[in-house]
């Protein structure tokens, strides 16, 4: 049980162009979801959180007019890089927290982003 | 601000060689303190969760306790499959469920 899943696992893209990512849960419902960025070698780094039905909550520093967050159901949400740049090449990751769990969170595989 | 410190950066062991890892931690009020595991390019697999000191818990060769300052994880003769990055990340009460994660040790078991 709680399952999430990413998609694209990885995606190459040219810069300029937008890159949007899945993040679902898939044998529970998440009224909470997470996305993380992780470079190599280093820990995660939170850069939302995202709420069904609400706007997401994003950390200092990261622009939300750059990464789009929707989380338009209890098992669905989605990150957008619009007009990615190759420095924002990563391993992104989400996360989901079951409804009524306000502490364990359940990893999606990442998707790991190049921009060429 | 919440701050976790996780050593040794990378830790080598022969299998069977039993070892402990250190999660040093400073936060305002502990809702939990996570353990996972990551291996190359995946996502963390969640191991534990530890709510308050003098707290322990086990899954196999591992075994993670807590103290008011620290986490330690213990594994007792590891395999090489359990070469992996183990993260430890920190929840505080009044944090709204976000997680503040050390930046792992990278435990390799030759055989």
């Known amino acids: 049980g709680a399952v999430v899943s990413q998609h694209p696992s990885w995606v190459i893209c040219k810069s300029g162009t937008s890159v949007k990512i899945e993040c679902r849960s898939l044998?529970?419902?998440?009224?909470?979801m997470f996305w993380y960025r992780q470079f190599p070698k280093q820990s995660l780094m939170l850069m939302a959180t995202s709420n069904e039905g609400s706007k997401a909550t994003y950390e200092q520093g990261v622009e939300k007019d750059k990464f789009l967050i929707n989380h338009a159901s209890l098992t669905l949400s989605t990150l957008t890089v619009t007009s990615a740049h190759p420095e924002d090449s990563s391993f992104y990751i989400c996360?989901?927290?079951?409804?009524?769990?306000?502490?364990?969170?359940?990893f999606g595989p990442g998707t790991r982003l190049l921009v060429l | 601000e919440d701050q976790v410190t996780q050593s040794p950066e990378a830790l080598r062991l022969q299998e069977g060689e039993s070892s402990s890892l250190n999660c040093s931690y400073t936060?305002?009020?502990?809702?939990?303190l996570f353990w996972y595991r990551q291996d190359p390019g995946k996502g963390p697999e969640f191991l534990f969760t530890?709510?308050?000191a003098g707290e322990e818990k086990e899954k196999e060769r591992l075994k993670a306790t807590l103290t008011k300052k620290e986490s330690f994880l213990h594994i007792t003769a590891p395999k090489p499959e359990d070469s992996a990055t183990y993260l430890c990340?920190?929840?505080?009460?009044?944090?709204?469920?976000?997680?503040?994660f050390g930046d792992g040790t990278t435990l390799t078991v030759k055989p």
């Open positions: 996360s989901a927290r079951l409804a009524g769990d306000q502490e364990t969170q359940y």
């Open positions: 044998d529970f419902q998440a009224t909470t």
């Open positions: 530890l709510y308050s």
């Open positions: 990340a920190v929840q505080a009460n009044t944090n709204a469920g976000k997680s503040t």
């Open positions: 936060v305002s009020g502990l809702r939990g």
